[in-house]
């Protein structure tokens, strides 16, 4: 096997990659498309479904646990408002509130 040109220099590093005086480029093919022939948006709503769908999979119990207590204690707490502002609730604690 040969030793490349950099070896053969005695390892002098002529630079970095397309800088004045490095060793030339072969092989890499690079390709372009015009602005205007792109589509940024070429399967957004498709995937948009699916990647909702599989991470609210996902991560459902880390945030339906915590609701469900939280709307049950508003219930709780609504219920007991209710109550106590009723003439059944009033009669019941009327003389704790003095």
């Known amino acids: 096997m040969r030793p490349t040109q950099t070896l053969r220099s005695g390892g002098k590093w002529?630079?970095?990659w397309?800088?004045?005086?490095?060793?030339?480029?072969?092989?890499?093919?690079?390709?372009?498309?015009?602005?205007n022939r792109q589509n940024p948006l070429a399967g957004t709503f498709n995937a948009?479904?699916?990647n909702t769908f599989r991470r609210t999979r996902h991560q459902i119990l880390y945030w339906a646990v915590p609701m469900l207590i939280a709307y049950e204690?508003?219930?709780?707490?609504?219920?007991r408002n209710e109550?106590?502002?009723?003439?059944?609730?009033?009669?019941e604690f009327?003389?704790?509130e003095e």
């Not at 109550?83 to 009669?91: E, V, W």
């Open 18 to 35: 397309g800088a004045f005086g490095s060793m030339p480029q072969k092989g890499i093919v690079t390709y372009g498309l015009a602005q």
């Open 14 to 16: 002529l630079g970095p």
């Open 73 to 79: 204690g508003m219930q709780w707490a609504i219920e």
């Open 94 to 96: 009327a003389d704790e």
């Open 83 to 91: 109550y106590l502002n009723s003439k059944q609730g009033r009669a």
């Open 48 to 50: 948009a479904v699916f």
